[in-house]
């Protein structure tokens, strides 16, 4: 079922593994960043709203 | 927010393929070329809406896609350029379709660079909704700059007029990696927009309700 007869093989790329690779992780590498910066811009925001709400009074 | 977790968790969780050799980079160029060039055009789409119409909501959708747009025109061009080194000995040619794409990612530069020069939020929304508007024409230009010159990058290998010139895995296997860049795109953009809509509606009394 699969094109790989072992892992090595499969790591390997047929030879075109820094290209493959290279290509897969910076992608990952920047969904990554991508995400976890906007969360915590979420969460800070979020944090500060809570103390501003805090501070003043509802009216 | 579990949901969100999850369809990005769905999203972009690695589909791998059973073929060989530097093509596989195809699965995220291909699908992070069609979102780089399908979201610039929804994010001009709301841009207009949130200038004709004078709608908050659209506006901060604009301005929710341009990053991750931006982010898939760079995933775009760095898997091109990987993948051109072993496949054309180079790393990059001036070429009409790769012109183009990186005009796309100096448009979402352009578009997010305004937005934040401009101090009043809704001034900056219309100027920028101008540029994104704009800008939409490069959009064609990217897509059929393989037809209409003579480039070094190769033409579509799938269209909706004819059959695709793959095999079937290679084809499910990338269409399944559209749907899962899609997928992130569309979680990844709501989840800005709703940190801008807390943002921008923070005196109101929903936000303080909400929080």
Same mark, same amino acid.
């Given at each position: 079922?699969?094109?790989?007869?072992?892992?090595?093989?499969? !790591?390997?790329?047929?030879?075109?593994?820094?290209?493959?690779?290279?290509?897969?992780?910076?992608?990952?590498?920047? !969904?990554?960043?991508?995400?976890?910066? !906007?969360?915590?811009?979420?969460?800070?925001?979020?944090?500060?709203?809570?103390?501003?709400?805090?501070?003043?009074?509802?009216? | 927010?579990?949901? #969100?977790?999850?369809?990005?968790?769905?999203?972009?969780?690695?589909?791998?393929?059973?073929?060989?050799?530097?093509?596989?980079?195809?699965?995220?160029?291909?699908?992070?070329?069609?979102?780089?060039?399908?979201? %610039?055009?929804?994010?001009?789409?709301?841009?207009? #809406?949130?200038?004709?119409?004078?709608?908050?909501?659209?506006?901060?959708?604009? +301005?929710?896609?341009?990053?991750?747009?931006?982010?898939?025109?760079?995933?775009?061009?760095?898997?091109?350029?990987?993948?051109?080194?072993?496949?054309?000995?180079?790393? $990059?040619?001036?070429?009409?379709?790769?012109?183009?794409?990186?005009?796309?990612?100096?448009?979402?530069?352009?578009?997010?660079?305004?937005?934040?020069?401009?101090?009043?939020?809704?001034?900056?929304?219309?100027?920028?909704?101008?540029?994104?508007?704009?800008?939409?024409?490069?959009?064609? #230009?990217?897509?059929?700059?393989?037809?209409?010159?003579?480039?070094?990058?190769?033409?579509?290998? #799938?269209?909706?007029?004819?059959?695709?010139?793959?095999?079937?895995?290679? +084809?499910?296997?990338?269409?399944?990696?559209?749907?899962?860049? $899609?997928? %992130?795109?569309?979680?990844?953009? +709501? %989840?800005?927009?709703?940190?801008?809509?807390?943002?921008?509606?923070?005196?109101?009394?929903?936000?303080?309700?909400?929080?």
């Amino acid at each position: 079922m699969f094109y790989w007869s072992n892992f090595s093989d499969f !790591l390997n790329m047929g030879g075109y593994a820094l290209y493959v690779w290279g290509s897969y992780l910076v992608t990952v590498l920047v !969904l990554v960043i991508e995400v976890l910066r !906007l969360r915590s811009r979420n969460r800070a925001l979020r944090k500060t709203l809570i103390s501003e709400f805090n501070e003043t009074p509802k009216n | 927010m579990t949901i #969100i977790g999850l369809i990005i968790g769905l999203g972009i969780a690695p589909t791998d393929h059973q073929q060989g050799n530097s093509y596989r980079i195809i699965f995220i160029h291909v699908p992070a070329a069609w979102m780089s060039m399908l979201i %610039y055009v929804v994010m001009a789409f709301w841009a207009a #809406i949130g200038l004709i119409f004078n709608a908050r909501l659209a506006s901060m959708l604009a +301005l929710s896609l341009a990053p991750t747009g931006a982010i898939m025109t760079f995933i775009a061009l760095w898997t091109g350029a990987v993948w051109g080194k072993p496949t054309w000995g180079t790393w $990059w040619v001036w070429d009409a379709r790769l012109t183009s794409e990186l005009v796309l990612l100096f448009l979402y530069f352009g578009f997010l660079s305004l937005h934040a020069s401009i101090d009043d939020v809704r001034k900056a929304d219309r100027s920028a909704a101008l540029l994104a508007i704009v800008g939409v024409i490069n959009v064609p #230009i990217i897509y059929f700059s393989v037809k209409w010159w003579n480039t070094l990058h190769q033409g579509a290998s #799938i269209s909706l007029t004819k059959a695709p010139t793959m095999a079937t895995q290679m +084809l499910s296997g990338m269409l399944i990696m559209v749907f899962a860049f $899609w997928m %992130y795109s569309i979680a990844v953009a +709501l %989840y800005r927009c709703r940190t801008l809509i807390l943002e921008r509606e923070r005196h109101t009394a929903w936000v303080r309700e909400t929080v």
